[in-house]
């Protein structure tokens, strides 16, 4: 299997949470990967991107080689169409709902949602209300791992015991929280992928 | 043997704690930063008592690695590629006085520029100081660099460069570790001369260090780093230097070339190994992440038309280097077809939301509005990025510390007034020996110290400046009574504005201290209580 997975968002939403999660499941299924990050002044509210590659074969590049991702995660909407040449085609684009707007410029909402909607393989998923609702505000990003879930080949059972190992020092709750943030996330995408 | 998941940076500081580091040295730097925060938080380099704290600056650090090493043990020293500048002096003679103790030098380069002022390539440093050098490819290697290179630097007497670049730094992958060896025991160097560097002992200790290149060459020949993989196809062969080698490899089915490939990861340059691979194939493609390095020395003056590369515009001459520019340089056609929308704006880095740099600057963009744009000289730190807009406050940045050298020389030139605006950790890096030029020739200047208490650009790290600002400056003779200290806060933005007028209406040194934390450290250091608790 191979799984070449770009993560967007915006310094501070915490895509690299995203990235550990996976990256814990892919060990436990000993697979090979890696994960190039952005430090430094990008995280200071800019755009920022992490590219996630897990595969059964040894990777090679540090980033993933345009045209051949997978899969965009963006937990912003219009950040998840930054990276569009990075996609292969036929790869699908994930994003959340929420408009992160810092910037003077940002477009209608409604039209960037035009634009990723021309994409066939894409969701929009509302992670943050999904969040909210089970009181769990800050599972956002759980929500966004569980609707790219059915994108990814790992087992879901991984992905729920990755979610267990890292949320175990914060208690019973909050890994129950989180499972169910991922459980929401990714039966949207399994109701909702075409 | 176990296997952990490690960032490039923790890869390498993990290395050092293995290969028995008893003190790391360095001064914050995007990509570098990360290598001293994983020893200071590493529970066995507590329990080892390994020195990890902050330098002040690059220079500090370097010399403090040469002292431990005369002292007998293994030093590694840290940075950003800028701050190898900063570094220079000790860098250059530390391979005049070689070592007792190991010293490795650890530079992370930025090609791309993603959080520098440039995209210097530090591998001219380490052929300047006549300095072996390594490039890993990947984790596992800057693992086994850093764990084998100590070893190195002391059985030829000279310390060792490691150059990493941004990508390599900041990416993850699993990393196989090594037994945990024992730190050395304190011993004096054997000849008591070996550091002193007066013009006799220098020449000698020179000569020795141009001898010893040979083998330091033939290290590079013999080493497992360095290797030529086989290829059916001659009419190219690819010359791929540090982690350009996994770019040129995503390429080929397998992560098999169908070409030569000679990769190199440890200078000097292998000449014999080199000329050979070079001979062998019609036309050389190298790969350099950085200036064109390797490409020059082996085109030479007059050129070598087999050679392509930066210099010939097969790879483009600055930038990082990726898979399809590697792709487009072999001529691989490649199927990219979406393009980004044009509906998507940028979004550039920008202040925190209630950070105090913020409120210093409208108070200063205020009183600066009635004199005209071109008076404001900055330096580097978060409020750097008020030269954008909305603020668009500050007229220069240029290296750490020249906010006030450059404001001083501004003033002497007849601009006046000539504000400076410096960061805390700034000012203790390298501004404290340009407010000293003012002070001497008492130049009517007006410096801001933007005192967040913290080292904010690269994550909020303790800065020197800490509580001692004020008599810092004082110490160094600022007239008490032009030292003014706020607190950046909009109920006292009367306050900052009366200040602001009276000492750029003063003819001398006035330095100003707005004075309130950071938010994000605040943030962070309230988190990380509740934790605790
Ligand atoms: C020679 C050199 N070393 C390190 C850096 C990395 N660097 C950029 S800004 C900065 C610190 C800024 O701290 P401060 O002046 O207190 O400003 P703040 O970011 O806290 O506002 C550092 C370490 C650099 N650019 N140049
Ligand atoms: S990190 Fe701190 S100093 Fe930097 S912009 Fe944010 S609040 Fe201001």
């Known amino acids: 299997m191979k799984s070449d997975i770009i993560l967007s968002g915006v ?100 039209k960037v949602k035009e634009e990723i909607r021309k994409y066939k393989n894409h969701i929009i998923i509302d992670a943050d209300s999904i969040a909210k609702d089970i009181k769990s505000a800050r599972s956002s990003n759980i929500v966004m791992l569980g609707a790219a879930s059915p994108f990814i080949e790992i087992e879901e059972s991984l992905f729920i015991k990755a979610i267990e190992s890292i949320f175990k020092s914060k208690g019973s709750e909050i890994v129950a929280k989180n499972i169910e943030a991922f459980n929401l996330g990714r039966n949207y995408s399994l109701q909702n992928k075409k | 043997m176990s296997r952990v ?47 990890s704290d902050w330098s002040t600056n690059e220079k500090t650090a370097m010399e403090s690695a040469i002292g431990m090493s005369y002292a007998g043990k293994r030093a590694m020293v840290c940075m950003k590629h800028v701050g190898l500048n900063v570094a220079a002096d000790a860098f250059v003679n530390s391979t005049i006085t070689g070592v007792n103790g190991g010293i490795i030098v650890v530079v992370a380069d930025d090609p791309s520029m993603h959080s520098s002022q440039n995209e210097q390539d530090s591998r001219f440093y380490g052929d300047f100081a006549l300095m072996p050098m390594f490039e890993p490819s990947n984790q596992q290697e800057a693992y086994d660099m850093i764990y084998s290179g100590f070893e190195i630097s002391e059985k030829y007497n000279t310390p060792i460069l490691l150059r990493i670049t941004t990508r390599l730094a900041h990416s993850r992958s699993s990393v196989e570790l090594k037994p945990m060896r024992e730190e050395n025991k304190l011993k004096l160097p054997s000849d008591m001369r070996q550091f002193v560097l007066l013009p006799s002992i220098a020449r000698n200790n020179y000569k020795k260090l ?23 196809d001659k009419s190219l062969g690819i010359i791929a230097c540090g982690i350009t080698y996994n770019y040129l490899i995503e390429n080929f089915e397998n992560h098999i070339s169908p070409y030569p490939v000679a990769k190199i990861c440890q200078y000097p340059l292998p000449d014999k190994l080199l000329k050979e691979f070079t001979d062998m194939c019609d036309e050389v493609l190298i790969l350099e992440d950085g200036y064109p390095f390797v490409e020059k020395q082996i085109n030479g003056l007059f050129g070598n038309s087999k050679i392509k590369g930066r210099l010939t515009g097969d790879l483009p001459r600055d930038g990082e280097l990726n898979p399809n520019l590697v792709a487009k340089a072999l001529g691989i056609k490649e199927n990219i077809d979406l393009k980004v929308s044009d509906i998507i704006s940028n979004r550039p880095p920008a202040l925190c939301p209630g950070c105090g740099h913020i409120d210093v600057f409208n108070s200063l963009n205020e009183i600066m509005a009635d004199y005209g744009p071109g008076h404001v000289f900055s330096d580097i730190g978060c409020y750097t990025l008020s030269a954008l807009p909305p603020l668009n406050a500050i007229n220069s940045c240029v290296d750490m510390g020249a906010s006030i050298t450059m404001a001083k020389g501004a003033a002497d030139a007849g601009l006046l007034p000539a504000i400076a605006f410096i960061g805390d950790s700034t000012f203790t890096h390298s501004g404290m020996t340009g407010l000293l030029d003012c002070i001497i020739e008492k130049t009517p200047i007006t410096i801001i110290i933007s005192d967040n208490s913290t080292t904010g650009m690269t994550g909020g790290q303790d800065s020197h400046a800490f509580n001692r600002l004020p008599e810092i400056c004082l110490g160094l003779g600022v007239e008490p009574e032009h030292l003014r200290i706020y607190t950046p806060l909009r109920k006292n933005h009367e306050e900052s504005l009366r200040i602001l007028r009276e000492e750029i209406a003063y003819q001398g040194v006035s330095v100003i201290i707005p004075q309130r934390e950071c938010v994000r450290t605040l943030e962070r250091k309230v988190k990380s209580k509740k934790a605790e608790l």
């Open chain 2, 5 to 51: 998941l490690l960032l490039g940076d923790e890869a390498i500081a993990q290395a050092a704690i293995d290969a028995g580091l008893s003190g790391v040295y360095a001064y914050p730097g995007t990509p570098s930063t990360e290598i001293t925060e994983y020893i200071q938080n590493s529970k066995i380099a507590k329990e080892r008592k390994l020195h």
């Open chain 1, 11 to 110: 310094g501070g939403q915490g895509i690299l949470s995203i990235a550990t999660t996976i990256g814990t499941a892919a060990l436990m299924n000993d697979l090979y990967m890696k994960q190039s990050e952005v430090h430094g002044m990008s995280q200071r509210g800019g755009a920022v991107v992490s590219n996630m590659r897990v595969s059964s074969n040894p990777v090679a590049s540090d980033v993933i080689p345009m045209g051949k991702a997978d899969l965009i995660l963006s937990v912003e909407p219009m950040e998840s169409l930054r990276y569009i040449p990075y996609l292969k085609p036929g790869g699908w684009l994930i994003t959340s709902s929420s408009p992160f707007v810092n910037i003077e410029d940002y477009p209608d909402i409604e």
């Open chain 2, 210 to 232: 141009l001898g010893n290149q040979i083998y330091f060459i033939d290290e590079a020949e013999n080493s497992s780093f360095n290797k030529i993989i086989p290829g059916k």
